[in-house]
């Protein structure tokens, strides 16, 4: 057996150094590019899908409820990080969207970690489209259960799986607005698949939440799954709601179930009070103007045919997320700093961030965004495309 090396202090992470020089190599080195309070650039890499990050009603609860409530919840939500806003929050989520119960998470990630952890186990199977995201793939690391994550877009691949396991229990874990392309999980279909088979159903509707459904109830809403008890809906506060946050949306009992057991729950120092009461704003408001959702899409879909008229190799969305292929890492790279340069903010996502390998640009539509706004960001992307962009 050989005797491991013993290295003085100053050296035990030179095997960082080793890791980032391969990432350099292959194009994967990624910056923090801090941005100032008022940007001049246009922006369509971020999540803000329905313009109310910056809206007055939703500015100004958050910073009511700071000076009512403090800066911070001080502590989880079993201790003292439980408000009113809290509560008042998962009562008008859980009403706005059909279910019987929700519950608050600090962010949308934890809320994933807890759905899928407190809902599987060692006695279960889970069933999991490969591209789903990050935060669902930690909490099937974490689950204990048997795990099979299988083509995208691919029920039958899921049906396969869920028929040949091994454990009692079955959990489908998907997306329903994919991260990377946009594109809408067969929802309908997969209930149709779960119930054929006993399984439950999880679906992260962060992207489809505030836009999907009638007035932005959501994916799930859309696919006549609001309130079925065998599926449960993650979602996040940070996107549509233009505030902070996650939340879990589902029958009363597995509620119930997460605040019992839900670790990224039970130890999480608590949502801000702030965050809460922005939250609950932004949802107010979308009550308000149903036709928010609308126009997002139209927004999306206007954008993405521009640039896929332009030549560009563009997905074709079916919410607000839109992927431009790039010829690689490094170009993508490039290619998302030229089009910075003449104002346009764009995201670029490469690999691991991509489980299919392909480096792009990822662009968001808001409902704010004007047709000039439209017509600029397709003159400077088009403009800028590397060679090799174009279909």
């Given at each position: 057996?050989?005797?491991?090396?013993?290295?003085?202090?100053?050296?035990v992470?030179?095997?960082?150094?080793?890791?980032?020089?391969?990432?350099?190599?292959?194009?994967?080195?990624?910056?923090?590019?801090?941005?100032?309070?008022?940007?001049?650039?246009?922006?369509?890499?971020?999540?803000?899908?329905?313009?109310?990050?910056?809206?007055?009603?939703?500015?100004?609860?958050?910073?009511?409820?700071?000076?009512?409530?403090?800066?911070?919840?001080?502590?989880?939500r079993?201790?003292?990080?439980?408000?009113?806003?809290?509560?008042?929050?998962?009562?008008?989520?859980?009403?706005?969207?059909?279910?019987?119960?929700?519950?608050v998470?600090?962010?949308?990630?934890?809320?994933?970690?807890?759905?899928?952890?407190?809902?599987?186990?060692?006695?279960?199977?889970?069933?999991?489209?490969?591209?789903?995201?990050?935060?669902?793939?930690?909490?099937?690391?974490?689950?204990?259960?048997?795990?099979?994550?299988?083509?995208?877009?691919?029920?039958?691949?899921?049906?396969?799986?869920?028929?040949?396991?091994?454990?009692?229990?079955?959990?489908?874990?998907?997306?329903?607005?994919?991260?990377?392309?946009?594109?809408?999980?067969?929802?309908?279909?997969?209930?149709?698949?779960?119930?054929e088979?006993?399984?439950?159903?999880?679906?992260?509707?962060?992207?489809?939440?505030?836009?999907?459904?009638?007035?932005?109830?959501?994916?799930?809403?859309?696919?006549?799954?609001?309130?079925?008890?065998?599926?449960?809906?993650?979602?996040?506060?940070?996107?549509?709601?233009?505030?902070?946050?996650?939340?879990?949306?589902?029958?009363?009992?597995?509620?119930?179930?997460?605040?019992?057991?839900?670790?990224?729950?039970?130890?999480?120092?608590?949502?801000?009070?702030?965050?809460?009461?922005?939250?609950?704003?932004?949802?107010?408001a979308?009550?308000?103007?149903?036709?928010?959702?609308?126009?997002?899409?139209?927004?999306?879909?206007?954008l993405?045919?521009?640039?896929?008229?332009?030549?560009?190799?563009?997905?074709?969305?079916?919410?607000?997320?839109?992927?431009?292929?790039?010829?690689?890492?490094?170009?993508?790279?490039?290619?998302?700093?030229?089009?910075?340069?003449?104002?346009?903010?764009?995201?670029?996502?490469?690999?691991?961030?991509?489980?299919?390998?392909?480096?792009?640009?990822r662009?968001?539509?808001?409902?704010?965004?004007?047709?000039?706004?439209?017509?600029?960001?397709?003159k400077?992307?088009?403009?800028?495309?590397?060679?090799?962009?174009?279909?």
């Amino acid at each position: 057996m050989t005797t491991p090396p013993t290295l003085p202090p100053d050296e035990v992470f030179d095997w960082l150094d080793t890791e980032a020089e391969k990432r350099a190599n292959a194009g994967l080195v990624r910056q923090l590019r801090p941005r100032p309070a008022k940007a001049d650039e246009l922006d369509l890499a971020g999540n803000d899908y329905l313009g109310l990050a910056r809206d007055k009603r939703v500015a100004g609860a958050s910073a009511a409820a700071a000076l009512r409530w403090g800066a911070g919840s001080t502590g989880s939500r079993l201790v003292t990080g439980s408000t009113e806003l809290h509560t008042e929050l998962e009562l008008e989520l859980a009403r706005f969207c059909g279910v019987q119960a929700a519950l608050v998470f600090s962010s949308g990630f934890t809320a994933n970690l807890g759905a899928v952890t407190a809902l599987s186990g060692s006695e279960s199977a889970i069933v999991t489209d490969k591209y789903i995201h990050a935060s669902l793939i930690e909490g099937c690391r974490l689950s204990r259960a048997d795990v099979a994550a299988v083509a995208h877009a691919t029920p039958s691949a899921i049906k396969n799986a869920l028929a040949t396991r091994r454990k009692p229990r079955a959990l489908v874990v998907t997306d329903s607005v994919f991260s990377v392309d946009g594109d809408l999980a067969p929802l309908g279909e997969l209930a149709g698949i779960c119930r054929e088979h006993g399984a439950a159903m999880v679906v992260d509707d962060a992207h489809g939440f505030g836009i999907l459904g009638d007035g932005g109830r959501g994916a799930v809403h859309a696919a006549g799954l609001a309130g079925a008890p065998d599926v449960v809906t993650t979602l996040t506060l940070s996107k549509s709601l233009g505030a902070q946050g996650g939340a879990v949306l589902g029958p009363r009992r597995v509620i119930k179930h997460l605040i019992d057991t839900a670790r990224s729950f039970i130890f999480d120092t608590a949502l801000a009070p702030a965050s809460a009461a922005a939250a609950l704003a932004a949802l107010h408001a979308l009550k308000e103007e149903p036709g928010l959702a609308e126009k997002v899409l139209e927004n999306a879909g206007n954008l993405a045919m521009s640039l896929q008229a332009a030549g560009l190799k563009v997905s074709l969305p079916d919410a607000a997320v839109i992927s431009v292929q790039a010829p690689s890492a490094e170009t993508a790279v490039a290619w998302a700093a030229a089009c910075a340069e003449q104002g346009i903010r764009v995201g670029c996502f490469r690999p691991p961030s991509v489980p299919d390998g392909i480096s792009r640009l990822r662009l968001t539509a808001r409902a704010d965004l004007t047709e000039s706004d439209v017509d600029r960001a397709v003159k400077v992307i088009t403009a800028t495309a590397p060679r090799g962009a174009t279909a």
